[in-house]
């Protein structure tokens, strides 16, 4: 399944490191969207779960602070951790797009500053959102080279050409020569045969043949035989 990152401006400022932090966590830059940015669904999905009405920063605990948790097919889940409190405007059960907005980024629950902390669930274990999640077209990556070191950019399919007018003119024209040049050849091949057949047709065979010999011939259609006597004398 391609995910697309849930937000616009993408800058990893921490990588999914296993038992450690379960996910990444993505930052913001003031030129692109703000500490405030929108949060988009990854994929297209249901809402599972939802919390809206944190509205502290916690120093301990691990807490998600605001978050949505959206279902998709083939068992994968994703979540949008430390939301603005009150940006988050699903409820569970909502379908949702990536073209939904779900919230705002902000630094509700165990945050230190704004960011988005996302996570990917296949079969309900947490797995590098890298792996799954793509840059599309007209999302802004950071300059910062640290920040989007192995990025997934993903590539629309392209739609096949029409085809070229002059082109096809060209292709028909070609075939037809072909057709043409084969015709010609068989042509000729037909007089050739005709002109074996003429041939035959008056080739005349001669043989001698004794009164008293005994000749068995074998005639084909349309051929003839015509016995004629040369030898007067030897007819009495
Ligand atoms: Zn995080």
Redesign the pocket.
């Known amino acids: 399944m391609i995910l697309k990152y849930p937000v616009n401006y993408i800058a990893i400022t921490?990588y999914f490191k296993t038992g450690v932090?379960?996910?990444?966590?993505l930052g913001w830059n003031s030129n692109y969207g703000g500490p405030n940015q929108p949060v988009y669904a990854a994929y297209e999905g249901t809402v599972i779960a939802v919390e809206k009405n944190y509205n502290q920063t916690d120093t301990s605990g691990g807490s998600y602070g605001n978050y949505v948790k959206i279902r998709h097919e083939n068992n994968i889940d994703t979540l949008y951790?430390?939301l603005k409190y009150g940006s988050v405007t699903v409820n569970i059960g909502d379908k949702v797009t990536t073209s939904t907005q779900i919230g705002e980024m902000g630094n509700t629950g165990y945050?230190f500053g704004n960011?988005l902390?996302?996570?990917v669930f296949l079969n309900n274990v947490k797995v590098n959102p890298e792996n799954y999640t793509y840059v599309f077209p007209g999302q802004i990556t950071s300059s910062d080279k640290e920040a989007t070191k192995g990025l997934l950019y993903y590539t629309p399919p392209t739609p096949p050409s029409p085809p070229n007018e002059e082109e096809t003119k060209e292709e028909l024209k070609k075939q037809i020569k072909e057709l043409e040049d084969k015709i010609a050849l068989q042509s000729k091949e037909i007089e050739v045969l005709k002109e074996e057949l003429k041939e035959n047709e008056n080739y005349v065979f001669t043989y001698n043949v004794k009164k008293t010999s005994l000749y068995e011939i074998e005639l084909y259609d349309g051929e003839i035989l015509l016995i004629r006597n040369n030898n007067p004398e030897e007819t009495e």
């Open positions: 921490q932090h379960n996910g990444i966590d951790a430390h945050a960011h902390h996302y996570e």
